[in-house]
């Protein structure tokens, strides 16, 4: 079982919908969760991070944490084409301040 | 500006032959690390470093190298490159606290090994 996981899409959803994006984690000990965008070829970029329980909302963006169930999700609302990306889920990994990360979801935003 | 930078940003060489990437930060960040980016494997860590002198591997280490002489720069040695070093590599910093070290990635070093 990977330590992150997630679905690799492509998730497609139209433009002004709202995007789920989901990440089950294995690590019952895992204390904070990022979210990072990446477009083809460029580097991760810091969107959101969660270490508590329930709803966090920035923008457009929420995220959601539930540790009881190892879950973490990114709801995008009002989905723009500038959207669509590559949306990385980490955790944590103790001590060491690694990251380590899910494989990604593809999200395409059709106009 | 705040970033994170790496040189070069392309490189093509061959087997064998030593390369060493830089990596330098300008947000007095204690810590910097190390990632490779493989399709269908994402982000891997392959060395961290919490400060100056300190070092110690990450989950794929073989074959590589880091130092870290002063804060701001923490280069990738590769003694030997092999085809299998072939990947996107991506430098990253952040400050030391308790809860959430929210990195910052340099934009990328693209690897070929013929």
């Known amino acids: 079982q990977k330590e992150v996981e997630q679905n690799s899409g492509p998730l497609s959803v139209p433009e002004g919908a709202i995007a789920s994006l989901n990440c089950t984690y294995s690590?019952?000990?895992?204390?904070?969760f990022f979210w990072y965008r990446q477009y083809s070829g460029k580097s991760p970029e810091l969107i959101m991070f969660i270490y508590s329980n329930g709803d966090k909302e920035d923008g457009r963006f929420t995220a959601q944490l539930n540790k009881a169930s190892q879950y973490v999700s990114l709801l995008i609302r009002d989905s723009q084409p500038s959207d669509s990306a590559t949306y990385l889920c980490?955790?944590?990994?103790?001590?060491?301040?690694?990251?380590?990360f899910g494989t990604g979801t593809l999200l395409a935003v059709q106009p | 500006e705040a970033q994170v930078t790496q040189n070069p940003r392309y490189l093509i060489t061959v087997t064998g032959k030593k390369l060493t990437v830089t990596c330098s930060q300008n947000m007095n960040h204690e810590y910097m690390s190390w990632y490779r980016q493989d399709p269908g494997l994402g982000l891997r860590q392959i060395y961290y470093?919490?400060?100056?002198?300190?070092?110690d591997k990450g989950d794929v280490p073989e074959g590589y190298k880091v130092s870290r002489k002063e804060k701001r720069n923490f280069p990738l040695i590769l003694e030997s490159p092999s085809p299998n070093q072939t990947s996107l590599y991506f430098c990253?910093?952040?400050?030391?606290?308790?809860?959430?070290?929210?990195?910052?990635f340099g934009p990328g070093t693209r690897l070929t090994v013929l």
């Open positions: 990253a910093s952040s400050p030391w606290r308790e809860v959430y070290n929210e990195q910052f």
């Open positions: 470093s919490m400060n100056v002198e300190v070092t």
């Open positions: 980490a955790r944590e990994g103790g001590a060491t301040n690694k990251l380590i």
């Open positions: 690590d019952r000990g895992s204390q904070s």
